[in-house]
Structure formats: C-alpha cells, structure tokens
C-alpha cells in the first residue's frame, strides 16, 4: 500500500523558511514524476512545483526562485524548501506521486497518490 506522508509545516512570519518532507512508504518510484501541491483557503488546488524522472523541476510563476523541489532516493523521500515567504503562500501543501504522470502533464487527475497534507501560515 503506497503512503506519503508529508511533515514539517507550520506557522512563519513573512520572508522566512520552512522545509516540507514528504516520506513514501510502499512506492519505489520516487526517483519518478512527483510534484506538490497546494490548497489556499477558497481556492482551487494548484501545483507548485514538480520534478519528473530525469530530474528536471519545474515552478509555478508565484514561486519560482523561492522554493526548491528536491529528492532523496535513498531515503524516499521529496522535499519542498520553501524560502522567502509571503503571506499569500499560506496553504494546505500536498505531495503527490505517480509514475505516470510525467507522460500526462503532471495534471493532478493523473496522480494516483497523494498525502494527507500540511498546513503551512505565513503571517506578515
């Protein structure tokens, strides 16, 4: 049974950093098409950033050059580094696996597996 397991948010004031863990129990494609997520209060879910299974990232316009998408194989594991915080980046922040979903553009119908959540508040 695939499980992720995302960690580490919380609350931060404005301009600082946090770093989001996401741990994958059950799924040995993590070196594969993985992305997060994330759910503002009244708005739809959007992606954030991505990573596919050459390695290549990719961001969202809203935080590109501010978070950093990364993986650690060994430990099956994706992580969010998340610096220079604004107020508009508080959220519900999801990670999201498939090993498919590369081939359909990362759209979040084709992920298959997602985590519970973290909430991550930035206050200003």
């Known amino acids: 049974q695939v499980q992720l397991v995302e960690s580490a948010g919380g609350s931060v004031q404005a301009g600082g950093s946090l770093r989001l863990p996401c741990a994958a129990s059950?799924?040995?494609?993590?070196?594969?098409?993985m992305g997060w997520f994330r759910q503002a209060p009244g708005k739809e879910r959007e992606e954030a950033a991505r990573i596919d299974r050459f390695g290549n990232t990719r961001y969202a316009d809203s935080v590109k050059g501010r978070f950093t998408i990364s993986q650690d194989n060994l430990k099956n594991t994706l992580y969010l580094q998340m610096n220079s915080l604004k107020p508009e980046d508080t959220a519900m922040y999801y990670c999201?696996?498939?090993?498919?979903?590369?081939?359909?553009?990362?759209?979040?119908?084709?992920?298959?597996?997602w985590g519970q959540g973290t909430q991550v508040t930035v206050s200003s």
């Open positions: 999201a696996a498939d090993p498919h979903a590369c081939d359909y553009g990362f759209i979040q119908a084709a992920f298959r597996f």
């Open positions: 059950g799924y040995t494609h993590t070196s594969d098409c």
